[in-house]
């Protein structure tokens, strides 16, 4: 299992989430807040605000809860991969002034299986692409 976070700065709140925060005005791309491939992961209370992906489930992930986060300027919590994915769950999310609020990544030439994916309890405030299904 693993779960990466690029961040410029990090704040930790009493209940034991954390806020990622990237330097004011500055997006570039590839500065997930968190990517995820493994089992067994519960990702909570988070905010990310970034310029991609808040939450990015890969390929090999299974049996990951994402639940109560709050995702500003990004991309949303987004499935990026199509092999060996299986028993996802986003579960109640904000994503706030968002590019994408929830999407589902994959390529032309992908093969594989992805099962028991579920987005619920998803809040969105102001996204241009609310879901958002591409192919890289």
């Not at 089992?39 to 090999?60: I, P, Q, R, S, T």
């Not at 299974?62 to 995702?71: A, H, L, S």
């Not at 994503?95 to 579920?118: E, I, K, M, P």
Request: glycine share 10%.
């Amino acid at each position: 299992m693993y779960a990466k976070q690029l961040r410029y700065q990090c704040r930790s709140n009493t209940n034991g989430s954390l806020t990622f925060t990237q330097a004011p005005g500055i997006f570039p791309f590839n500065t997930d807040g968190f990517d995820i491939g493994g089992a067994n992961v519960l990702l909570e209370k988070n905010h990310v605000f970034n310029g991609d992906d808040c939450v990015a489930v890969g390929n090999g992930s299974n049996n990951v809860t994402v639940r109560i986060m709050v995702c500003e300027g990004g991309h949303g919590v987004s499935l990026s991969g199509t092999d060996k994915i299986a028993d996802v769950h986003f579960d109640n999310i904000t994503s706030r002034n968002s590019l994408y609020a929830t999407r589902f990544q994959s390529s032309l030439d992908s093969v594989g299986n992805v099962t028991d994916v579920t987005w619920s309890n998803i809040n969105i405030i102001n996204a241009t692409f609310p879901i958002f299904a591409t192919s890289l």
